[in-house]
């Protein structure tokens, strides 16, 4: 699987939708309590790729579709139309003419990861912590989750990932690889 790939799959990972009540105070709990209620979720989003080889980031734009339990989709629409789509184990990229699709299975080190980030729009606490030392911060009107990798294979590819958020949607990610590479993704309110 390719950098672009994992990258993708880690992305269409980290999306969800709609609003919910609000709190003056949250916890991690009360978070994925909110987001386990979600079973549909469209938005759009903008996502800009920084790398340390490049001046200026590339830029894309798009749609994010989520489907409990484990159905995910990046439509980008700017600047070159593709879709990569996630459901179960099985990875779809469609570019122009060509599609390819990839076996999570056989990614050992990229799948726990994205498998965990699906735990996280389920509303999975105990998983997400199997996986990641979680630091949570905030009130459920803006909150922010820091995960940082416990498995070494993860830990090689990614330094850390922050969600923030507002009820029951997510508003950012920012993906931290360990070369210095970092994906920072905007998700608009539906």
Same mark, same amino acid.
């Given at each position: +699987?390719?950098?672009?790939?994992? !990258?993708?799959?880690? #992305? ?11 709190? #003056?105070?949250?916890t991690?709990?009360?978070? +994925?309590?909110?987001?386990? &209620? ?6 759009? /989003?903008?996502? =800009?790729? /920084?790398?340390? *080889?490049?001046? =200026?980031?590339v830029?894309s734009?798009?749609? @994010? ?11 980008? @629409?700017?600047? &070159? %139309?593709?879709? @990569? *789509?996630l459901?179960?184990?099985? @990875? ?5 003419? !060509? ?7 056989? /990614?050992?080190?990229v %799948? ?13 606490e105990?998983?997400?912590? $199997?996986?990641f &030392? ?6 459920? &009107? ?12 993860v %830990? $090689? ?17 920012? *993906? =931290? ?9 905007s998700?608009?309110?539906?």
């Amino acid at each position: +699987m390719n950098k672009d790939s994992w !990258r993708a799959a880690l #992305a269409l990972a980290l999306l969800s939708a709609a609003a919910s009540g609000f709190a #003056a105070n949250a916890t991690l709990h009360q978070v +994925m309590a909110l987001l386990a &209620k979600r079973q549909h979720g469209e938005v759009r /989003y903008v996502e =800009e790729d /920084y790398f340390k *080889i490049l001046d =200026e980031p590339v830029k894309s734009s798009g749609v @994010l579709v989520y489907e409990a339990p484990d159905h995910l989709e990046k439509k980008t @629409l700017e600047p &070159k %139309a593709q879709s @990569l *789509i996630l459901d179960g184990e099985r @990875l779809t990229v469609r570019r122009g003419n !060509r599609t390819y699709r990839l076996d999570l299975s056989a /990614y050992p080190q990229v %799948a726990p990861f994205v498998d965990s980030i699906r735990d996280t729009l389920a509303g999975n606490e105990q998983a997400l912590e $199997r996986v990641f &030392k979680v630091t949570f911060t905030g009130t459920l &009107k803006q909150w922010q989750l820091k995960l940082v990798p416990l498995d070494e294979k993860v %830990a $090689r590819k990614v330094k850390r990932v922050e969600i923030a958020g507002s009820g029951d949607e997510i508003r950012s990610v920012e *993906i =931290e690889e360990t070369d210095g590479d970092r994906s920072v993704m905007s998700i608009q309110p539906p």
